[in-house]
C-alpha cells in the first residue's frame, strides 16, 4: 500500500541553524500539507501546498518557513533561522485530486529538536 | 474559538467493552476525519464522514455526524489492547482544505 514517506525522523539542531524537512507524498496525490504537533498538545495545520504554490497557510507559517516541490516526487519545508519553540513533531500529508473531499494521509513524523 | 473539542480527555476500558468518544466544532463542514496516533507516531486515518452523512461503519468502528448539534461521536466496539492509542477528530471547514484537529482523546484498553 503507498504511503507517505518523511526524513530525517530525527532531527537535532541549535537554535538560529536551517533545517529542511523532508517528504516524498504518494505519488499520485496532487495537494500537500504540513502539520506540526508540539509535546503534548493538538496537531496543528502550518501550510497547504497545490500546483506548485502555497494555497493556505496558517499565522505559525510566517517569514522563517518555506515549502518546496523541488522534483516530482519530494516535498520539503524548510526553517530558515530555528527557535526554541519549533521544537515539534512535523507531519506531511497528502491527499488525491479530490483535495478536500478527501482523506488525508499522513507520513511517520520528524521530531524536531532545537537546542 | 476551538474547533474539534474531545470528550473525554482520557477513557480507561476493559477489553472487549465499548468505547464513545465524542467530537464537537463551530464551523460549517465538508467532512469530518478521525485519526489513531499510538504514543510518539505518526497519525492514522480510521474513517472520513462527509457533511450529508449521519453515520459510518468500517469494521469495528462506527461513526456519527449530526452538523444541526455540530457534533460528531467515535464508538469503538469489543475494544482490544491494541485499540490504545491517542483519537482525534479533525474537521475541513467548509472554505478551506485544511484539517483543524481536536486535542484528542486517550484512550487505554485493559486487557
Known amino acids: 500500500e503507498p504511503e507517505v514517506t518523511q526524513t530525517p525522523s530525527h532531527q537535532v539542531t541549535q537554535m538560529g541553524q536551517e533545517v529542511i524537512l523532508r517528504c516524498v507524498p504518494i505519488?499520485?496525490?496532487?495537494?500537500f500539507y504540513w502539520y506540526r504537533q508540539i509535546l503534548g498538545q493538538k496537531v496543528e495545520f502550518l501550510v497547504s501546498f497545490y500546483n506548485n504554490e502555497i494555497s493556505e497557510k496558517s499565522e505559525i507559517f510566517d517569514d522563517q518557513f518555506s515549502v518546496e516541490r523541488p522534483d516530482g516526487s519530494n516535498f520539503t519545508l524548510k526553517i530558515r533561522s530555528t527557535k526554541l519553540e519549533d521544537s515539534a513533531m512535523y507531519f506531511c500529508a497528502s491527499t488525491s485530486s479530490g483535495g478536500k473531499s478527501y482523506e488525508q494521509y499522513f507520513g511517520p513524523g520528524t521530531r524536531l529538536t532545537v537546542t | 474559538s476551538q474547533q474539534g473539542e474531545e470528550d473525554p480527555q482520557a477513557l480507561s476500558i476493559q477489553e472487549g467493552e465499548n468505547a464513545t468518544m465524542n467530537c464537537s466544532y463551530k464551523t460549517s463542514i465538508n467532512n469530518l476525519q478521525w485519526y489513531r496516533q499510538n504514543s510518539g507516531r505518526g497519525l492514522v486515518h480510521l474513517i472520513l464522514i462527509r457533511s450529508n452523512e449521519r453515520e459510518k461503519h468500517s469494521g469495528r468502528l462506527r461513526v456519527t455526524l449530526d452538523t444541526s448539534k455540530k457534533s460528531s461521536s467515535l464508538l469503538i466496539t469489543a475494544s482490544r489492547a491494541a485499540d490504545t492509542a491517542s483519537y482525534f477528530c479533525?474537521?475541513?471547514?467548509?472554505?478551506?482544505?485544511?484539517?483543524?484537529f481536536g486535542q484528542g482523546t486517550t484512550l487505554q484498553v485493559k486487557p
Open positions: 479533525a474537521t475541513v471547514p467548509s472554505n478551506t482544505g485544511k484539517l483543524i
Open positions: 505519488s499520485n496525490h496532487l495537494y
